[in-house]
């Protein structure tokens, strides 16, 4: 028996594919040490003792970034096991994502939902995460909320996931993966009788609420919505050289390679185009969507913590 274990994820400045990638990888090597270890060793203890029936495998990680990868049906099956990436748009999954999401085929496959989130707070965003890979015929086991660079900002959480993020990723990985290598041990890696566990232990305990909250929505200090929905960066002609990066940035497509660095179509403001353009030539200059961008700052400069479920 094989199990193969993989990232899946949405990035746009790469936050998110460095922790869930990270994540994966640690608990294959995690995985594949336990089973290789005996019954005595930390690590056989750890994950329930030596199986030699079941060999893990690490699988090529899922970048869903490009809108291309969209147009594709992602099936899975109860042999393989997911480290599933989103970030946190306006405290919940990207909306864009959840027509794509619902073509998901879990097949009974074991899930980790990871969200990450730009310093202020996710919300319902991992809830919702999760219920969406169990309705699709995942089982989640495992699941945490990581901090990255706001997508507006060079100042909100800047540099994260730093060292620091990543040491508490790496210890994660290592508990979900003593945790699914336990269940496995523990019930012989009968596929039926481990389904049967994941059913009976149901979905991973994470925050949120249900029902889930209204998409968060920007505030001036007197209460009133700020509408930076439609708002776009531009384009400063005279630094950029047309060197075309800003085109396979943009996660929507809006940015066309006969025109770099003109957003022409949907933007969801990941800032991926800007923070990766080498000239720094893409900029905003809408007034309510710096008025946000500098509240954020100010509101949520204290350093928070991954939160981690298992």
Not at 200 to 212: I, K, M, N
Not at 270 to 277: F, L, N, P, Q, R
Request: hydrophobic share 40%; aromatic share 8%.
């Amino acid at each position: 028996m094989e199990k193969r274990i993989r990232a899946m994820y949405f990035t746009g400045t790469n936050t998110t594919a460095k922790v869930t990638a990270s994540i994966a990888y640690k608990m294959w090597q995690q995985l594949a040490a336990g089973n290789q270890a005996g019954a005595g060793s930390p690590a056989g203890k750890a994950s329930g003792g030596k199986d030699d029936s079941i060999r893990y495998i690490k699988a090529e990680n899922i970048d869903f970034s490009p809108k291309t990868a969209r147009d594709k049906t992602y099936a899975f099956d109860e042999d393989d096991i997911v480290v599933f990436g989103t970030p946190v748009i306006a405290g919940r999954v990207p909306n864009v994502l959840l027509k794509f999401l619902d073509t998901l085929q879990g097949g009974g496959a074991m899930a980790v939902p990871i969200v990450l989130y730009g310093n202020r707070n996710f919300d319902d965003a991992l809830i919702e995460l999760r219920n969406i890979l169990e309705e699709r015929g995942f089982h989640t086991v495992a699941a945490a909320a990581f901090i990255g660079e706001h997508s507006f900002s060079k100042v909100l959480a800047a540099g994260r996931p730093d060292a620091q993020d990543m040491k508490l990723a790496d210890a994660f990985a290592v508990k979900a993966a003593e945790k699914i290598h336990a269940l496995i041990a523990k019930n012989g890696g009968d596929n039926a009788r481990i389904a049967d566990a994941l059913a009976e232990a149901g979905p991973v305990a994470v925050a949120g609420e249900e029902p889930l909250r209204p998409y968060y929505k920007p505030r001036d200090r007197k209460g009133n919505f700020i509408n930076i929905l439609k708002v776009k960066p531009k384009l400063d002609q005279g630094k950029c050289n047309g060197c075309g990066t800003c085109v396979p940035a943009c996660p929507m497509g809006s940015i066309q390679a006969e025109e770099p660095g003109v957003v022409s179509g949907i933007c969801i403001k990941c800032c991926g185009c800007v923070k990766k353009c080498p000239q720094g030539a893409l900029y905003f200059d809408d007034a309510g969507y710096l008025y946000h961008k500098e509240e954020l700052e100010i509101q949520y400069a204290a350093r928070k913590e991954p939160v981690l479920f298992l």
